[in-house]
Structures are given as C-alpha cells and as structure tokens.
C-alpha cells in the first residue's frame, strides 16, 4: 500500500474543492510502523480513538518529532481525562459537563492548556454521544465562561445511513452563529462534503492507512 500516494489524493481532491482543511491522518489500530511513511514525508497532524492506545504508541516520537499534533477523536470517559490532557493537544469529544469539569480540574493540575471541539450529536441518536444542537450553545459558554476551556469549534459525526450534507450544514451554521474558528467534521466516505460546507479540520483514515487492524 503506497501510503504518500494516498494521503497525496486525498490532498489533491481537497484541493479541486478550494478548501483548504487540515487533514487529521487517523492512525488509531495502527501500528508505528505502518504510520511512519507519512511522518517521514513530513505530515505531522495524527488523530486516535484510546488514550492508552496513542500514549503507547506515540509517547517516544512526542519527545523527539518538531510540531507533531496528535487529536483526540474518540469517546472520552472523565475517569482518563488527566492522561488525555497529557499527551493530545485537541480533544474532539467535549461531550459532557462532567467531562467538562474533569478536563478543567486536569489541566490546572498539570499546568497545561489544551484545543476542544465540542462533539454534537447532529442526529441526535440515542447511541451516540454528544450536545444535542439546541443545548450546544449554553454548553459552550460553560465550557469557555466557567471552566475556561479553549473551546475553538464544533465536531460532528451524521447518522451513517443519511445523506450528511444537511447536517454539516446545521453545524457549519450553528458554528458560524457561536463565532467559533474550528470546524471538525467528515471522514474518509464524506470529506469532500464537509471541507465544502466549511470544515476546517477533516478525519481521514482508512483512505490513507486502508482498512484498520482490529487484531
């Protein structure tokens, strides 16, 4: 599998879209050694699903590669927030004022300030997590008023089986309306999508590593 040649379609494609969004390679499943083609071509913007997942494997290149971002994509229970704020420097899945509370309490332990996205369940489906849309706008005053987190943007997964395009909308819009910078949204069957309705950061994986080692 040519990796390069991969990420570099996925780039060109995202071009002819004028867009220009920061493509998170999610490298979650797999190994280092599958991953290192795109960091020695020099791309630096990974995204994972499990914090003991991304501290195994990433804990060395985090010491010794400049720049490198890692994202938090996955789910985040409250009780792994601590090592979360240790080694993402964006967290996806702001979901909860639980887990609000839990990321604020963290990083004032630990001295450090990390980028949130808060995660919105678009289609509110009762499987998924997430702020449903009407109450995402007191949530994230809470977050940036009250718990003083760097709350930069919206994330958003649609319901798989439906058209995504009306609820990238609702979110680019809704995003717009809060004046937030970030826009996380779209993955590998609907990137194109997303960076026309205004992502700023898309998750793309499987069309870059190929299908994920669940082993």
Same mark, same amino acid.
């Given at each position: 599998?040519?990796?390069?040649?991969?990420?570099?379609?996925?780039?060109?494609?995202?071009?002819?879209?004028?867009?220009?969004?920061?493509?998170?390679?999610?490298?979650?499943?797999?190994?280092?050694?599958?991953?290192?083609?795109?960091?020695?071509?020099?791309?630096?913007?990974?995204?994972?699903?499990?914090?003991?997942?991304?501290?195994?494997?990433?804990?060395?290149?985090?010491?010794?590669?400049?720049?490198?971002?890692?994202?938090?994509?996955?789910?985040?229970?409250?009780?792994?927030?601590? +090592?979360?704020?240790?080694? %993402?420097?964006? @967290?996806?899945? /702001?979901?909860?004022?639980?887990?609000?509370?839990? $990321? *604020?309490?963290?990083?004032?332990?630990?001295?450090?300030?990390?980028?949130?996205?808060?995660?919105?369940?678009?289609?509110?489906?009762?499987?998924?997590?997430?702020?449903?849309?009407?109450?995402?706008?007191?949530?994230?005053?809470?977050?940036?008023?009250?718990?003083?987190?760097?709350?930069?943007?919206?994330?958003?997964?649609?319901?798989?089986?439906? +058209?995504?395009?009306?609820? %990238?909308?609702? @979110?680019?819009? /809704?995003?717009?309306?809060?004046?937030?910078?970030? $826009? *996380?949204?779209?993955?590998?069957?609907?990137?194109?999508?997303?960076?026309?309705?205004?992502?700023?950061?898309?998750?793309?994986?499987?069309?870059?590593?190929?299908?994920?080692?669940?082993?």
């Amino acid at each position: 599998m040519d990796i390069i040649q991969n990420f570099s379609d996925v780039s060109h494609e995202l071009d002819k879209t004028n867009a220009k969004p920061i493509i998170i390679a999610v490298s979650k499943t797999h190994s280092m050694e599958h991953i290192q083609p795109l960091l020695d071509y020099g791309h630096r913007v990974f995204g994972e699903n499990k914090v003991q997942e991304a501290k195994q494997k990433w804990e060395k290149a985090l010491s010794v590669v400049e720049n490198l971002e890692l994202h938090l994509i996955g789910k985040l229970q409250s009780n792994k927030a601590k +090592d979360a704020v240790k080694i %993402f420097h964006y @967290i996806h899945s /702001l979901d909860s004022i639980k887990l609000a509370e839990e $990321l *604020s309490k963290s990083e004032k332990k630990l001295n450090l300030q990390r980028k949130y996205f808060v995660q919105v369940n678009v289609g509110e489906e009762k499987q998924k997590s997430g702020i449903i849309t009407k109450d995402v706008s007191s949530f994230v005053d809470f977050c940036i008023n009250e718990k003083k987190l760097n709350v930069l943007g919206l994330m958003c997964i649609p319901p798989f089986d439906l +058209d995504p395009i009306p609820f %990238f909308q609702t @979110i680019s819009d /809704l995003n717009k309306q809060l004046q937030l910078p970030l $826009l *996380s949204m779209g993955m590998s069957n609907d990137y194109i999508d997303a960076a026309k309705l205004g992502a700023t950061h898309v998750r793309v994986g499987s069309k870059i590593f190929g299908a994920r080692n669940y082993q």
